[in-house]
């Protein structure tokens, strides 16, 4: 039976050692996850504060990205076109966050009186 080769590089794989595995997966993991951050969570983040229009809302955007990155990649995820790849999964939590925000109801309460006076004019917005 022939070994089975990397597709990409032509090398065998390592051998797995039973019970380390997952470790080393995971191990492996946290420092492709930490290369692919430093390389690409200032792109991330200016991509989800365009769509969510909010700093807050693209910290924590970009923080589940990258959560999402770390969990794929300790699955066993392989990628090819890393800044894509985390890009998509950016777009993805970032259409998460404006669905969940569009089903939460309004809370303005239509008692008050002053709403329709309020008007967005150049020195209420400053």
Do not use: K
């Not at 991509?47 to 770390?70: C, I, K, P």
């Not at 699955?75 to 998460?96: F, H, K, M, S, Y």
């Amino acid at each position: 039976m022939a070994a089975v080769r990397d597709p990409i590089t032509g090398t065998a794989p390592p051998p797995v050692i039973r019970g380390e595995a997952p470790a080393v997966a995971r191990r492996d993991a946290g420092r492709e996850t930490a290369a692919l951050y430093r390389r690409h969570a200032a792109t991330v983040y200016r991509y989800a504060w365009h769509m969510l229009g909010d700093r807050e809302d693209a910290e924590d955007a970009t923080q589940a990205t990258f959560l999402s990155v770390h969990a794929a990649l300790a699955d066993g995820t392989v990628v090819r076109e890393p800044q894509a790849w985390v890009l998509r999964i950016a777009r993805n939590e970032c259409l998460t966050r404006i669905e969940a925000r569009m089903r939460r109801p309004l809370t303005a309460s239509l008692d008050d009186e002053g709403w329709r006076t309020r008007r967005c004019t150049p020195s209420a917005v400053s």
